[in-house]
């Protein structure tokens, strides 16, 4: 394709709101508006990308460092929108608020009888647990929601050092919000001393954890008392019992027990499904030095950029279109800088849109036969007659 009928607009300054090296390099080299949408030679290099995606060696084409798993395909970044839970270990990885992770149960105990205890202005875990002296983990936490569809109120336990994942949650009860003071209030809870024992028409949800640990620290569905000893099964239990917490950082790996990294993240991929402008973004934070985008082949959007160089005495534009056409026919894909710009400004141009391969068509070299070949990652120029241009291309891109 022809620079001038992409209509081409390159930017000598970084843009302003560039949050990343790699955004601002595709709008310094034109494949992106500082709005980030995309241009004409985004939109190529987009649907490069959709027909190398056809191959199934796509994303080991890529080269890009990803995590993921059979689902969903991260590319982790500093400013990613996303957090994704990491195992180092095994690779292991999932979106946060879905990762899973190995509980360890506190040794276990007999079941003691229940004891109501005074708390007073004790109505968060941390308040209670050093009023009483011991530790969170020792404590019932309690989340009251209602599911959307029916206006069911919905009561959760999760263990007191832990946090409830909503998005857990939701895969079992479907939709929900914040219950209401009244809500709570008919369900027979107490907000801030609550626990599922003795509630009214409360559908009881609890992390798979809770009934491993027994003698916690509830509510007591009265303002300023607790229960001690409350245990599952023998004071309550519950419609669903499953995993609802949210993972952190340094949590055991539900795979092979190692610590779990928090990472930033953004998404490449979802069930096979790719995010095109995610992986060009990805390739260009990945792919860059100080001049501009380094785009490996075959993930560039073309192999070769061609451009001439005004000469005196030679047209060097027609033996430069000469070369154009004969590089299409053997299929090596090209943009070529038509323009009638200043050498500096082309090769400036050249280096932001980082094409694999400059060729450069000059008077001096041409009156030898030659034209100056140059791999956008090397430093150095080579000359390369006529006739072996094609065969030169080939090796290199190999
Ligand atoms: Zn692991």
């Known amino acids: 394709m022809k620079y001038r009928d992409l209509n081409i607009q390159?930017?000598?300054?970084?843009?302003?709101?560039?949050?990343?090296?790699?955004?601002?390099?595709?709008?310094?080299?034109?494949?992106l508006t500082r709005e980030n949408t995309s241009t004409q030679l985004g939109e190529v290099a987009l649907n490069h990308l959709r027909d190398l995606s056809k191959e199934l060696s796509f994303l080991s084409q890529l080269s890009l460092s990803t995590i993921g798993n059979d689902n969903e395909l991260f590319f982790p970044i500093a400013s990613g929108s996303i957090e994704v839970a990491h195992c180092p270990n095994c690779q292991y990885a999932e979106r946060l608020e879905f990762a899973r992770l190995t509980k360890t149960p506190l040794p276990k105990e007999e079941e003691l009888p229940l004891e109501k205890v005074l708390t007073p202005d004790?109505?968060?875990?941390?308040?209670?647990?050093?009023?009483?002296?011991?530790?969170?983990?020792?404590?019932?936490?309690?989340?009251?929601?209602?599911?959307?569809?029916?206006?069911q109120f919905i009561f959760i336990v999760v263990?007191?050092?832990?946090?409830?994942?909503?998005?857990?949650?939701?895969?079992?009860?479907?939709?929900?919000?914040?219950?209401?003071?009244?809500?709570?209030?008919?369900?027979?809870?107490?907000a801030g001393y609550a626990s599922p024992i003795g509630l009214r028409e409360a559908l009881i949800v609890v992390d798979d954890l809770i009934p491993r640990s027994q003698n916690l620290v509830a509510g007591a569905n009265e303002t300023g008392y607790h229960l001690k000893n409350t245990n599952y099964a023998r004071d309550y239990s519950a419609e669903i019992v499953e995993d609802l917490i949210q993972a952190k950082a340094g949590d055991a790996c539900i795979n092979c027990g190692n610590p779990l990294s928090i990472l930033p993240a953004m998404s490449l991929a979802t069930r096979k499904i790719y995010d095109f402008e995610n992986i060009l973004l990805a390739l260009s934070e990945t792919n860059h030095d100080s001049k501009g985008l380094t785009l490996p082949h075959p993930a560039a959007p073309f192999e070769v950029h061609l451009m001439q160089v005004s000469g005196k005495e030679m047209d060097t534009r027609l033996k430069a279109e000469e070369i154009y056409n004969n590089l299409q026919d053997q299929k090596i894909s090209v943009l070529f800088d038509d323009r009638d710009e200043r050498a500096g400004v082309k090769f400036n141009d050249a280096d932001l849109i980082?094409?694999?391969?400059?060729?450069?068509v000059g008077e001096k070299g041409l009156?030898?036969?030659?034209?100056?070949?140059?791999?956008?990652?090397?430093?150095?120029?080579?000359?390369?007659?006529?006739?072996?241009?094609?065969?030169?291309?080939?090796s290199i891109l190999k």
Do not use: W
């Open 10 to 31: 390159t930017q000598r300054e970084a843009p302003n709101n560039a949050r990343t090296e790699g955004f601002s390099f595709l709008v310094r080299a034109g494949y």
């Open 122 to 151: 004790c109505h968060t875990i941390e308040a209670l647990a050093n009023f009483l002296d011991i530790p969170k983990e020792r404590t019932a936490k309690a989340l009251m929601y209602t599911r959307v569809s029916d206006n």
């Open 159 to 190: 263990r007191g050092d832990m946090q409830l994942s909503e998005a857990k949650l939701k895969q079992h009860v479907g939709d929900v919000r914040t219950a209401t003071a009244e809500e709570i209030e008919r369900s027979g809870a107490a």
């Open 354 to 360: 980082g094409c694999p391969i400059r060729v450069t």
């Open 367 to 394: 009156k030898e036969g030659m034209v100056e070949l140059k791999p956008r990652k090397e430093k150095e120029n080579q000359l390369v007659h006529l006739d072996n241009i094609v065969e030169k291309i080939k």
